[in-house]
């Protein structure tokens, strides 16, 4: 029955956001426009995008185990290999979405909250390989897999730190300098989702990016987004139902925020 409930509730959420999402046609700013244009609406293929693939499908038939100890949930125990592609990994179509933010972008100085297997790591490292990746993950064992992963893919850009966020981030500036983008997929919790918003800010670019994943994971975390997109410092915040942006550039004028879709999801909007 939790199953069920919890499918209705996801399907719930979908059914909101995609009544009140916007494409291309109706976005009426140019960022916006150009984020629709190189993020959502590109369907080009790269072949960075085989290559890791390859790699999860490897995960997928792997009999391999990790002893790892969720620091959000306080739990710990022997996880599948297999299971963490396919449940805790960035699925295709997020690192996609994450690869073409990068590739459009081009921000030099790159963290990630959450490492997991490496999977989103290598979207992020791959879409520009003269960019510093820095990635957090507080299980060791799975820090060690990701970074047989980045060897595999040969991504050198990638720069991997093991431990609790909350013990890591107090000293990231001084390695990392400042941040472009901050891609947030950890803890997925209300407070812990605010806590890093508010000390990662200080050290992000004045023109850098914050992404959170899976902002309409619970109702928890769709409160935490709403916090995020209601504080005053954020200029713009861009709803894509699997993550959410924000921007704190003075560029934007008025506070602006959008619910945007690819337009192969709504085609019949640009007949209006």
């Given at each position: 029955?939790?199953?069920?409930?919890?499918?209705?509730?996801?399907?719930?959420?979908?059914?909101?956001?995609?009544?009140?999402?916007?494409?291309?046609?109706?976005?009426?700013?140019?960022?916006?426009?150009?984020?629709?244009?190189?993020?959502?609406?590109?369907?080009?293929?790269?072949?960075?995008?085989?290559?890791?693939?390859?790699?999860?499908?490897?995960?997928?038939?792997?009999?391999?185990?990790?002893?790892?100890?969720?620091?959000g949930?306080?739990?710990?125990?022997?996880?599948?290999?297999?299971?963490?592609?396919?449940?805790?990994?960035?699925?295709?179509?997020?690192?996609?979405?994450?690869?073409?933010?990068?590739?459009?972008?081009?921000?030099?100085?790159?963290?990630?909250?959450?490492?997991?297997?490496?999977?989103?790591?290598?979207?992020?490292?791959?879409?520009?390989?003269?960019?510093?990746?820095?990635?957090v993950?507080?299980?060791?064992?799975?820090?060690?897999?990701?970074?047989?992963?980045?060897?595999?893919?040969q991504?050198?850009?990638?720069?991997?730190?093991?431990?609790?966020?909350?013990?890591?981030?107090?000293?990231?500036?001084?390695?990392?300098?400042?941040?472009?983008?901050?891609y947030?997929?950890?803890?997925?919790?209300?407070?812990?989702?605010?806590?890093?918003?508010?000390?990662?800010?200080?050290?992000?670019?004045?023109?850098?990016?914050?992404?959170?994943?899976?902002?309409?994971?619970?109702?928890?975390?769709?409160?935490?987004?709403?916090?995020?997109?209601?504080?005053?410092?954020?200029?713009?915040?861009?709803?894509?139902?699997?993550?959410?942006?924000?921007?704190?550039?003075?560029?934007?004028r008025?506070?602006?925020?959008?619910?945007?879709?690819?337009?192969?999801?709504?085609?019949w909007?640009?007949?209006?």
């Amino acid at each position: 029955m939790a199953f069920v409930n919890n499918l209705l509730q996801n399907a719930t959420r979908y059914a909101r956001y995609h009544h009140a999402a916007v494409t291309r046609y109706q976005a009426h700013s140019s960022f916006v426009f150009a984020f629709l244009e190189n993020v959502l609406d590109d369907w080009r293929h790269y072949y960075a995008f085989d290559s890791i693939e390859n790699l999860r499908s490897l995960m997928l038939r792997s009999g391999g185990y990790a002893d790892v100890e969720d620091f959000g949930t306080g739990r710990s125990g022997r996880v599948w290999l297999r299971d963490l592609a396919r449940h805790s990994a960035s699925t295709r179509a997020k690192g996609r979405r994450l690869f073409r933010i990068v590739q459009w972008l081009q921000p030099q100085t790159i963290v990630e909250l959450g490492t997991s297997v490496g999977i989103g790591t290598a979207y992020l490292a791959a879409a520009n390989t003269n960019a510093a990746v820095w990635s957090v993950e507080g299980a060791p064992a799975l820090t060690a897999i990701a970074k047989a992963h980045m060897e595999w893919l040969q991504l050198p850009n990638v720069h991997l730190l093991s431990g609790r966020f909350e013990d890591v981030l107090p000293d990231l500036p001084a390695t990392t300098g400042p941040i472009d983008l901050l891609y947030i997929d950890g803890n997925h919790r209300s407070d812990p989702t605010l806590h890093y918003f508010e000390t990662c800010l200080p050290n992000l670019n004045p023109e850098g990016l914050m992404v959170f994943d899976d902002i309409h994971w619970s109702d928890d975390m769709e409160n935490a987004w709403a916090s995020i997109c209601a504080d005053e410092r954020v200029r713009l915040s861009i709803d894509c139902f699997d993550i959410g942006l924000v921007s704190f550039s003075k560029q934007f004028r008025e506070k602006q925020h959008y619910t945007l879709i690819p337009l192969r999801h709504k085609p019949w909007k640009a007949l209006f």
